[in-house]
């Protein structure tokens, strides 16, 4: 069975670079949204009272951003660029209104970390894999490669779809089970203020 799970596992890893310019562009966006947010209390009432409220919601939603990474590969990565940015400047900008309403980094940081961990994975196998026809496309144009795409890759691709379904599952449950008494305990309770 180990044996099973890391040839799967080494399927998927054959892309580890279009992960890092993944990871690196979603980064980047969660910076730049933390940097040029201006918050203010209002913003996190209306954010509050227009969040998704069953678990299909949050699985569904981030499933959508991962589907729009995914089918980056058509446009040779260039629609994964743009949603990895604007999810990084989202998730940015959503910590600084939660640290300014919350009061605390720690806080903050516990309110995204237990769901956020498999979420961001997903999302960054995604990106990643959405980067794959524009990987293919130079390898080919450099002549180091002689077809678009392999069955390895093709492999890969699969082992990564199953991947991200499975962590978004995770983190769907973990958000809407758990963060919500994570938030009971800082915000409304205010034990630690």
Known sequence: MNKR???YL?????FKWLFLVSA????????VGYIFT????????????????????????????SYLN??????????????????GVVL?????VSMNYLGDFWKTLLLVLPHGIT???AIIIS?????????????????????FINMQEIKGVLVGLILIFILLGVSALIEFYITPDITDFLVYKKIWR
């Open 119 to 121: 979420e961001y994975l």
């Open 5 to 7: 799970i890391r040839n």
């Open 70 to 87: 995914v089918i980056g590969m058509i446009s040779f990565g260039l629609s994964s660029i743009y949603v990895l940015f604007i999810n």
């Open 38 to 65: 201006d918050y203010s209390v209002t913003e996190i009432e209306r954010i509050s009272n227009d969040r998704p409220k069953e678990f299909y919601d949050y699985f569904f939603n981030n499933l959508m951003i």
């Open 92 to 96: 940015g900008g959503a910590i600084k």
């Open 10 to 14: 080494t399927n998927i890893w054959i």
């Open 24 to 31: 690196f562009i979603f980064n980047f966006g969660l910076i």
């Open 127 to 147: 990106g990643g894999l959405g980067f794959l026809f524009l990987r293919n496309a130079i390898l080919m144009f450099r002549q180091k490669k002689k077809k």
